[in-house]
């Protein structure tokens, strides 16, 4: 049996709160081995891990989305990462989702300074880090730069940047994580960049309840639909499936360091 793993699902969505038991059960039955719960609001990590205490092939990170960073500060959110990494240290496998989110006018400075907390946190204890970038492409390579020499592994989740940013990404050793966007009409750019990224470092991800992929756009996404992301890329790439579902689970393992 070839297992596939959903390294992004927003389980703290509204659309998602009440049904976890029964999207991990249709997930197991799509093959699905492992999913990552990601925290995004730090002040709700107590909700999301809640909502997955009693599934034990569910994952939970722990960080503050960089769109949520106006109404925080950096010495908050490294006081409340290191409380919650000591109470659930046995469930915690990485820090995130953080980054830098130009997109919206949310200040960069407070965004610069939410980040590096996370990354200060994660180098301190060793943890992976998940991290969201949308239009910041040259402060993340810089701050990403700065950090690498203390950093453990990094993952660019839901991978869209260029392809010199994607450059600069391999050259500081992260992973990537894909997901449904490249089957969208309008992603023929992507799906060029991913072309050269190396499969031993890549990942899969839905990003449920967002991103759903071509043919199911308009409903709401769900783990179910991982394959469908994974058959794209491998008709992209030209790779095999069940090379690319090996490889793949195996890069989530040794990323999160998972030893089942
Ligand atoms: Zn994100």
Request: charged share 25%.
């Amino acid at each position: 049996m070839n297992n596939l793993i959903d390294s992004h699902v927003n389980f703290g969505h509204e659309l998602l709160k009440n049904s976890v038991s029964d999207i991990c059960k249709e997930a197991l039955e799509n093959n699905i081995e492992r999913i990552l719960s990601i925290n995004s609001n730090i002040f709700e990590f107590q909700k999301d891990i809640n909502l997955i205490k009693d599934f034990n092939f569910v994952d939970i990170t722990l960080g503050h989305h960089p769109n949520n960073t106006l109404n925080t500060n950096a010495e908050e959110i490294k006081r409340l990462l290191n409380e919650n990494i000591k109470k659930f240290e046995d469930r915690i496998v990485g820090i995130g989702e953080t980054g830098l989110d130009y997109h919206y006018n949310i200040p960069k400075n407070k965004q610069i300074e939410c980040f590096k907390a996370h990354l200060d946190v994660a180098s301190a204890h060793n943890l992976p880090c998940v991290i969201h970038m949308r239009d910041a492409e040259t402060d993340m390579i810089e701050i990403l730069s700065e950090y690498s020499k203390k950093l453990g592994k990094i993952l660019i989740h839901c991978f869209t940047g260029s392809e010199e940013f994607a450059e600069k990404c391999i050259d500081l050793d992260c992973f990537f994580s894909l997901s449904g966007i490249i089957t969208f009409k309008n992603a023929s750019k992507l799906r060029e960049t991913i072309k050269i990224l190396p499969l031993e470092r890549i990942i899969f991800e839905t990003d449920s309840p967002y991103l759903t992929p071509d043919p199911y756009r308009g409903k709401v996404n769900k783990p179910g639909y991982l394959k469908i992301i994974i058959e794209k890329y491998c008709e992209i790439t030209g790779n095999d499936y069940l090379t690319t579902s090996k490889i793949s689970t195996n890069n989530y393992k040794k990323l999160f360091k998972i030893n089942v």
